[in-house]
């Protein structure tokens, strides 16, 4: 299975009260990130079979909007796993319900989809500090007993690599 660990873009700051915050929706700049990441994916070529995202508002529009990039047709689905202070263990079991899926995008929140991105691809016992900043996303392999990091992609890099494509696309005009 390939899982695609997506932090949800940028979301300004955050509420003091936890109900509220929950409800709290991604900025112009959280916006226009998922619209570059999500065109970068596809670039890439990047498909999954299904997006699974955090309940909460920011998570799943970044998921919407990355999905719609990705020409995703299926239904969002929302897991209380990807919640901000959910357990590894509740991730281990979400893998699981998804198992049969050959490719995934978990989209969720730090420092919990740090610590899962790093706690899969790292042997029992030891530990791998992987940080995603908000629009990042890491491409993940797992196999039967292990887990393989092909690439991870800062919000930064992205918009380099975007801005590189669409360069090289434009037509180049002689100088006489």
């Keep these: 299975m390939i899982i695609y660990f997506l932090r949800h873009a940028n979301a300004g700051q955050a509420l003091m ?19 570059v990441v999500g065109r970068a994916l596809a670039a890439l070529d990047v498909q999954v079979d299904v997006i699974i995202s955090s309940p909460l508002k920011r998570s799943a529009q970044t998921a919407s909007l990355v999905g719609n990039e990705l020409s995703y047709e299926g239904k969002l689905q929302l897991e209380s796993a990807l919640r901000p202070g959910a357990s590894f263990a509740d991730f281990r079991r979400l893998l699981e319900k998804y198992a049969k899926q050959e490719s995934i995008m978990v989209v969720g ?29 890491a491409r993940v392999e797992m ?19 975007y801005a590189a494509a669409t360069e090289s696309s434009r037509p180049k005009t002689s100088r006489k």
């Excluded at 991604?26 to 990130?33: A, F, H, S, T, V």
């Excluded at 016992?125 to 990042?136: D, P, S, T, V, Y």
């Excluded at 196999?143 to 690599?161: D, Q």
Aim: proline letters at 6%; hydrophobic letters at 30%; glycine letters at 12%.
């Design 143 to 161: 196999g039967r007993n292990s887990a393989t990091l092909h690439w991870c992609l800062t919000p930064k890099v992205i918009r380099g690599l």
């Design 17 to 35: 009260n936890p109900k509220k915050d929950e409800k709290r929706a991604l900025d112009q700049e959280g916006i226009e990130q998922c619209g």
């Design 109 to 137: 929140h730090n420092p919990n989809l740090s610590e899962f991105l790093g706690r899969i691809i790292c042997e029992p016992g030891c530990e791998a500090g992987m940080e995603l900043k908000k629009g990042a996303v």
